[in-house]
């Protein structure tokens, strides 16, 4: 069994009413499963209805034991983490990944500091599950049982990995939150800091990186790409934001020879009728043009990717 | 033995490296301001050599687990973001702790400072004008930039012992490096080693700070790095660019130009673009004149 089951795929806060039914109002979470193992990306508001269903499920065969990878460290994708209801429950264990950016604090304290008087009735000291944290890097880990995940870091404000997981044959990839690599030195001539051999590397550079994300995503069974924009809204004032637009995503993703691509981190403004309508949009422009599958993630919807038998 | 203690001394000293003076006032204006450009940030960072050093040290840590030795500011803020190397150069510059003035100091940090952003340009520039890629150019320009960081720990944890050596080059009109050998047992070339490996930089930086007095020895794959910077480092001298305490530099043999394929004459040409680059540099820390 190899499946993943998103929790939350909203960007940068939490959205919930009427306009948000279909498409889900939580940030990030996701569950993936590979065989017995139990693997959670990001920690957003999500994670409080995937730690209660697993309360109801899971727990009856034992105690609750995971690995939790973090994307980054902004708030989105790890707020839910105090509402997790098996960091209350003796016999927890889990083990949590992440990036941090160059900063004093480990990942223990920009995570776990959430849990302190300041903010939430319960310290992190007092929490009864056992919980090991563990700051990583662009790495290939084995993460037994036949799991494989490699790291990579993508582009946004603080450091953020992207993660590949393959198991049994199968590959499943989330890229975000990231935005094109791009060129941040003046190409322009004309522009007095101009510096003919910076705007050459500085394109190179670009050009390098963006070719390791395609690699990167190559062949993904299943692939969980940062779509926060239209290229319109990209480019008229979201450049450097860190975020994708649909039809960044949608290309890479071809090129890369992506078979199924989920459009996720939709922007807290979309609406559900919005989404519907890009889903519609994209495919219908897609038709016959491409044999990936796209279509916009949905807050509590599973995915099968079948192992290769 | 008195090289055995200076060593150890001259150790000592690396792990605390401070900044130059010049720039540190600078980096904190600049990394400050929420509007600095990639620009701007890079070029503050690559006008320090020991800030420079330091930021590469850096990225290329175990920190960011990095497969590919990152030897370019420009693609570490590519890589990185900016905010990232913003704070990298930040931290670098207001951990460090200046070291007091009390001691005799024989260099002038300011006249070093020229000295190796001028080697630095013109590494660059030479490397440019015979058609390196310009994916390396960065390389040649780090490599230059931080040719002579080995004499920072001579000067600042040897200060008295170094104010004879300097005598003893003028004395005995040989180049800095012979001297040093003569009086500290060690030269800014060893000590350019010990810090490019306490810093993890390995590669063409680590090779031209080490080979750049010695580069008939050294038959490595940086050779090509390492004999510009030795060519930027005579270009320097000779322009009486800067000032890093040599005197009686040593002449360069023909064959040096031979091997890079790159005529001594047009050591002529470079004069322009290497002042307009020091200007600039200039005008940016908001230096005198």
């Given at each position: 069994?190899?499946?993943?089951?998103?929790?939350?795929?909203?960007?940068?806060?939490?959205?919930?009413?009427?306009?948000?039914?279909?498409?889900?109002?939580?940030?990030?979470?996701?569950?993936?499963?590979?065989?017995?193992?139990?693997?959670?990306?990001?920690?957003?508001?999500?994670?409080?209805?995937?730690?209660?269903?697993?309360?109801?499920?899971?727990?009856?065969?034992?105690?609750?034991?995971?690995?939790?990878?973090?994307?980054?460290?902004?708030?989105?994708?790890?707020?839910?983490?105090?509402?997790?209801?098996?960091?209350?429950?003796?016999?927890?264990?889990?083990?949590?990944?992440?990036?941090?950016?160059?900063?004093?604090?480990?990942?223990?304290?920009?995570?776990?500091?959430?849990?302190?008087?300041?903010?939430?009735?319960?310290?992190?000291?007092?929490?009864?599950?056992?919980?090991?944290?563990?700051?990583?890097?662009?790495?290939?880990?084995?993460?037994?049982?036949?799991?494989?995940?490699?790291?990579?870091?993508?582009?946004?404000?603080?450091?953020?990995?992207?993660?590949?997981?393959?198991?049994?044959?199968?590959?499943?990839?989330?890229?975000?939150?990231?935005?094109?690599?791009?060129?941040?030195?003046?190409?322009?001539?004309?522009?007095?800091?101009?510096?003919?051999?910076?705007?050459?590397?500085?394109?190179?550079?670009?050009?390098?990186?963006?070719?390791?994300?395609?690699?990167?995503?190559?062949?993904?069974?299943?692939?969980v790409h940062d779509t926060?924009?239209?290229?319109?809204?990209?480019?008229?004032?979201?450049?450097?934001?860190?975020?994708?637009?649909f039809?960044?995503a949608i290309?890479?993703?071809?090129?890369?020879?992506?078979?199924?691509l989920l459009l996720f981190h939709h922007?807290?403004?979309?609406?559900?009728?919005?989404l519907?309508?890009l889903e519609?949009?994209y495919?219908?422009?897609?038709?016959?043009?491409?044999?990936?599958?796209v279509e916009m993630s949905?807050?509590?919807?599973?995915?099968?990717?079948?192992?290769?038998? | 033995?008195?090289?055995?203690?200076?060593?150890?001394?001259?150790?000592?000293?690396?792990?605390?490296?401070?900044?130059?003076?010049?720039?540190?006032?600078?980096?904190?204006?600049?990394?400050?301001?929420?509007?600095?450009?990639?620009?701007?940030?890079?070029?503050?960072?690559?006008?320090?050599?020991?800030?420079?050093?330091?930021?590469?040290?850096?990225?290329?840590?175990?920190?960011?687990?990095?497969?590919?030795?990152?030897?370019?500011?420009?693609?570490?803020?590519?890589?990185?973001?900016?905010?990232?190397?913003?704070?990298?150069?930040?931290?670098?510059?207001?951990?460090?702790?200046?070291?007091?003035?009390?001691?005799?100091?024989?260099?002038?940090?300011?006249?070093?400072?020229?000295?190796?952003?001028?080697?630095?340009?013109?590494?660059?520039?030479?490397?440019?004008?015979?058609?390196?890629?310009?994916?390396?150019?960065?390389?040649?320009?780090?490599?230059?930039?931080?040719?002579?960081?080995?004499?920072?720990?001579?000067?600042?944890?040897?200060?008295?012992?170094?104010?004879?050596?300097?005598?003893?080059?003028?004395?005995?009109?040989?180049?800095?490096?012979?001297?040093?050998?003569?009086?500290?047992?060690?030269?800014?070339?060893?000590?350019?080693?010990?810090?490019?490996?306490?810093?993890?930089?390995?590669?063409?930086?680590?090779?031209?700070?080490?080979?750049?007095?010695?580069?008939?020895?050294?038959?490595?794959?940086?050779?090509?790095?390492?004999?510009?910077?030795?060519?930027?480092?005579?270009?320097?001298?000779?322009?009486?660019?800067?000032?890093?305490?040599?005197?009686?530099?040593?002449?360069?043999?023909?064959?040096?130009?031979?091997?890079?394929?790159?005529?001594?004459?047009?050591?002529?040409?470079?004069?322009?673009?290497?002042?307009?680059?020091?200007?600039?540099?200039?005008?940016?820390?908001?230096?005198?004149?």
């Amino acid at each position: 069994m190899f499946t993943v089951k998103i929790w939350g795929d909203r960007g940068s806060m939490p959205t919930p009413g009427p306009d948000t039914v279909e498409f889900g109002g939580n940030t990030s979470c996701i569950e993936v499963r590979c065989g017995k193992r139990l693997i959670i990306i990001d920690a957003g508001s999500g994670i409080r209805q995937l730690g209660d269903s697993l309360m109801r499920t899971d727990f009856r065969a034992g105690p609750i034991k995971a690995d939790i990878f973090i994307t980054h460290t902004h708030w989105d994708h790890i707020m839910g983490f105090p509402m997790f209801t098996p960091i209350y429950v003796p016999g927890t264990e889990l083990r949590i990944r992440g990036p941090i950016t160059y900063e004093e604090d480990p990942l223990e304290k920009v995570i776990g500091s959430q849990l302190s008087y300041r903010y939430w009735p319960v310290r992190q000291e007092e929490l009864a599950a056992k919980i090991t944290y563990e700051q990583i890097k662009e790495s290939t880990f084995d993460l037994g049982d036949g799991i494989w995940l490699t790291t990579k870091y993508l582009n946004h404000p603080i450091l953020c990995l992207g993660y590949r997981f393959e198991y049994r044959g199968r590959s499943f990839v989330t890229l975000y939150d990231n935005e094109p690599f791009r060129n941040v030195f003046p190409t322009d001539p004309e522009d007095p800091q101009y510096d003919e051999s910076y705007a050459r590397e500085g394109e190179e550079a670009a050009r390098e990186q963006n070719e390791k994300i395609l690699a990167f995503m190559s062949g993904a069974d299943l692939l969980v790409h940062d779509t926060q924009y239209t290229a319109k809204e990209y480019v008229s004032g979201k450049v450097g934001w860190g975020h994708s637009s649909f039809e960044h995503a949608i290309n890479a993703a071809h090129k890369a020879q992506v078979k199924r691509l989920l459009l996720f981190h939709h922007d807290p403004n979309r609406t559900d009728t919005e989404l519907q309508e890009l889903e519609i949009f994209y495919q219908a422009k897609l038709r016959g043009r491409t044999s990936m599958s796209v279509e916009m993630s949905r807050e509590g919807r599973l995915y099968t990717i079948d192992p290769v038998e | 033995m008195a090289g055995t203690s200076n060593l150890l001394k001259v150790r000592d000293y690396i792990g605390s490296m401070p900044s130059l003076p010049t720039t540190v006032s600078k980096v904190l204006e600049v990394c400050n301001n929420p509007k600095t450009s990639p620009m701007d940030l890079d070029r503050v960072i690559s006008l320090d050599p020991v800030l420079m050093g330091k930021v590469l040290k850096l990225i290329n840590s175990a920190y960011y687990g990095l497969g590919t030795q990152v030897t370019s500011l420009v693609r570490a803020i590519i890589m990185l973001g900016v905010n990232t190397v913003k704070n990298l150069a930040l931290s670098t510059a207001v951990l460090d702790k200046f070291t007091s003035n009390k001691n005799f100091r024989a260099l002038n940090m300011e006249g070093f400072w020229r000295h190796s952003l001028c080697a630095g340009v013109t590494a660059k520039l030479i490397a440019k004008k015979r058609g390196v890629e310009s994916k390396a150019l960065e390389e040649y320009f780090a490599a230059g930039l931080l040719h002579d960081i080995g004499k920072i720990p001579l000067n600042n944890a040897l200060a008295e012992e170094y104010v004879r050596t300097m005598a003893v080059a003028d004395r005995d009109r040989v180049s800095l490096h012979v001297a040093e050998k003569r009086t500290l047992e060690l030269d800014h070339a060893d000590a350019g080693a010990l810090i490019a490996a306490a810093w993890h930089l390995d590669g063409a930086i680590s090779d031209a700070a080490r080979y750049h007095h010695a580069f008939s020895e050294y038959q490595g794959e940086n050779r090509d790095v390492v004999l510009t910077v030795a060519v930027a480092n005579y270009y320097a001298s000779r322009e009486g660019i800067g000032f890093s305490g040599n005197l009686y530099p040593d002449k360069l043999p023909p064959e040096v130009f031979e091997e890079l394929k790159f005529r001594k004459e047009a050591l002529e040409e470079l004069e322009g673009p290497v002042n307009a680059e020091i200007d600039k540099a200039k005008v940016f820390l908001r230096l005198a004149q």
